[in-house]
């Protein structure tokens, strides 16, 4: 998988996992919808070797939160019909097993779920059918983390025993160190180099991998007493220049910071500013 546009580069082997890893606005969901052929751009953009607008190729398979909003999802049809019509009865095996992982009840009606619930069934739908590109954009924020490790798993299997490929976008990095076997780092629209990124880190085989994780953060990562997970420390470290480089775009384009309270700016910080104002 092959991409190439304004500040992206990146190129994915099969059997690889890669996390998709930014600050909010960076591009990742721009990103994955541009490989599932979702968003025309003058691009590059190639997946299985083939155009992803042009020529899309079978195989290819994208789950994003707006599935959920859909009115369709949301009206009084059961599960069990639901994955009929879509196909399930062509991939028994493989719908039986994904019901039992995120544990869903066939006689669920989708209007009468919740959003967790729901979000199961999308999941279901979207990997019943054999795939050899997966793309994640945060389908995986509303489940509990029982059913969430059981997908995890599952997908992990996907890519040793398929050689699939799978590139996955989250802010959520709890019990993910042993997941991906790359990650790629966007910021503003870009990747930065290396993408991707070799995990676990690869110091002494890819090149700018001790720049793309500095020393202290790699201490950080050993310490025995850090709270989160190797993964966190990098994601942590990766957003802090996100914000930095951020607000030095802001200041350089438009003389200031746009975001937080603002309040050298005169901007009412307490209610009695506000009504008298």
Known sequence: MKVSSSGVQASLLPGVLCLNSGSSTAGKSTL????AGKRLT????QVLGQDVFFQTPP??????????ANPVVRSDLEVAHFLDSIGGYRYKERRDRLLDILDVDLEWHMHEVSDGERRRVQIVSGL?????????DEVTVDLDVLVRSRLLEFLVEETRERNATILYATHIFDGLDSFPTHLCHLQLGTTIAPSPLEWPLNLENQAGADEAVPAEVRARMEDPNRTGSKLLEVALHWLVEDKRKRIEREVAQGGKEKRGARAAEGKPTNSEDFYRK
């Open 128 to 136: 019943m059918a054999p795939w050899d590109v997966l793309l994640l």
């Open 59 to 68: 195989g290819v398979t994208y789950l994003g939160t707006e599935w959920a």
């Open 32 to 35: 994955l919808q541009i490989l």
């Open 42 to 45: 003058r691009s590059n953009a």
